[in-house]
């Protein structure tokens, strides 16, 4: 490991870096657009100096060694806490996050009971300051009371509270008429309505998406239709809503087909406001996975079962997710979004769950994996493997999600920024680390990586001047 990285300030979680001074390093500002050899200086928390470099200075940094970025943002955690602590707590989630070099969390309200009111959003904030954490704990709040689809929830109470969005996440909302409803109620708040697309007329016992290895393996299809039909349904409600409340915007999450990219992609050309997030694995995975094939991607062959793909036992529970892997075009497509911008944001729709509920057979198993400490190692393979650049990957992770929560953060940028407090994570891409259970911070260990080498350990977290991570 080539350290040319810091007098540390070392100590424990939460405490103040007082002295640190990293580089020679690659420095990546998505705010600047810039990247490049660099050094930065933190005194007391704060980022004192941000020095780029040339010439005989710069030697010995590379984008291909350590790397210093801002810290990352997600979008799309679920948390579990409260109602089931056993999957994943605040604690463990926010550990997980500054493992993962994420230095804000936007928690999902899918919790029991749902955030869908600001007592629960007290609750939620309690637990993070109770965790000794620094990494920023934000939260959308649920569109729906109870998340169940039928009546609006107290909005403005919620925005008043401080809740960063508005989602019903891990359901659809569910008819065109609450959406355009919170569409323009949301917009007036000055606030995101955050939509999982999925028409559940068509997702009623589906399995795993529907294609070639679902029909092989025996599973009951999942269509792309049910995402576009949505995503449809989604874009001509804010198309409607938008002339009579301009600031309504709507953000879709966890896109995994060509089509819904594709409409989105056409929306943003219309210059309609809808923003979308992609998830590392259904960009690196498909659904050959399924079958037991274990490439990435972009590196499969048209058939896993004679490409000699095959190399696990079929029907792993563990890759269930919502929505399904799908195909390995598919997969290209949310790279292609990524890289275009048509996806503004990676949200890694980190959903761990109890062993209870995924060691059962493939269709009785809890969708959702863990994502936070493995979001960036799968960026990076795609980086590694020519489809994305590292400045893309970064910006995906920072500035795209951080226009969403905007003023909402405490942050005062998602930049490189001297005279704010330290928010950055350092890592290192000429190092290695493998995905074990016990290596996870998480409490849900069911990563469809365990076991794999994933490229650019994470050295340091730092999240407002405090001391998040270090790479022991
Ligand atoms: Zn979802």
Not at 210 to 215: F, M, N, P, Q
Not at 301 to 321: F, Q, S
Not at 392 to 410: E, K, N
Not at 447 to 456: A, D, K, M, N, V
């Amino acid at each position: 490991m080539t350290t040319p990285v810091m007098a540390r300030a070392a100590g424990e979680v939460g405490v103040v870096v007082a002295e640190l001074d990293i580089g020679p390093a690659w420095l990546v500002d998505p705010v600047t657009g810039r990247e490049g050899p660099g050094e930065i200086v933190v005194r007391d928390g704060v980022v004192e100096a941000v020095t780029w470099l040339d010439g005989s200075e710069a030697a010995g940094a590379d984008a291909g060694g350590v790397v210093v970025a801002p810290g990352f943002v997600d979008l799309h955690a679920h948390l579990r806490e409260p109602g089931d602590e056993d999957a994943e707590t605040i604690a463990t989630g926010l550990a997980a996050a500054a493992h993962g070099g994420f230095t804000t969390v936007c928690a999902m309200p899918d919790t029991t009971p749902a955030l869908d009111e600001p007592g629960v959003l007290a609750r939620v904030r309690a637990a993070a300051l109770a965790s000794g954490s620094p990494v920023e704990l934000l939260a959308h709040g649920a569109v729906t009371v109870g998340r169940a689809g039928a009546q609006l929830a107290a909005l403005g109470e919620l925005a008043d509270a401080g809740v960063v969005g508005f989602t019903d996440d891990d359901a659809p909302i569910a008819t065109a008429a609450i959406l355009r409803n919170a569409l323009a109620y949301a917009g007036a708040l000055d606030l995101p309505i955050i939509d999982h697309a999925e028409d559940r007329g068509l997702t009623a016992g589906a399995e795993a998406h529907d294609g070639y290895v679902a029909t092989v393996l025996g599973l009951r299809g999942w269509p792309a239709a049910a995402e576009e039909s949505a995503v449809a349904r989604d874009l001509a409600a804010l198309a409607d809503v938008v002339r009579d409340v301009p600031a309504a915007r709507l953000h879709l999450t966890h896109l995994s087909t060509a089509g819904a990219l594709d409409l989105v992609r056409r929306a943003k050309a219309a210059g309609l406001p809808v923003t979308c997030d992609v998830t590392p694995h259904h960009l690196a995975l498909t659904d050959s996975w399924l079958a037991g094939a274990r490439s990435w991607a972009w590196d499969e062959g048209a058939d896993p079962w004679t490409d000699g793909a095959i190399a696990a036992a079929p029907y792993d529970p563990g890759l269930r997710v919502v929505p399904p892997l799908r195909s390995a075009a598919d997969a290209a497509a949310c790279l292609a979004a990524l890289a275009d911008g048509t996806a503004d944001a990676v949200g890694t729709d980190h959903a761990p769950h109890t062993s209870v509920d995924t060691d059962v057979e493939f269709g009785a198993a809890a969708p959702g994996i863990p994502g936070l400490e493995t979001a960036l190692g799968v960026l990076l393979a795609a980086v590694d493997a020519g489809r994305l650049s590292l400045a893309r990957a970064i910006a995906a992770l920072t500035v795209g999600p951080g226009a969403l929560i905007g003023g909402r953060s405490r942050r005062r940028s998602f930049g490189l920024a001297e005279g704010a407090p330290a928010d950055l994570v350092v890592f290192d891409r000429s190092d290695s680390w493998t995905v074990l259970s016990d290596a996870l911070a998480s409490k849900g260990t069911r990563s469809p990586f365990l076991g794999r080498e994933l490229r650019g350990r994470v050295l340091l977290t730092v999240a407002d001047g405090r001391l998040a991570y270090e790479n022991a």
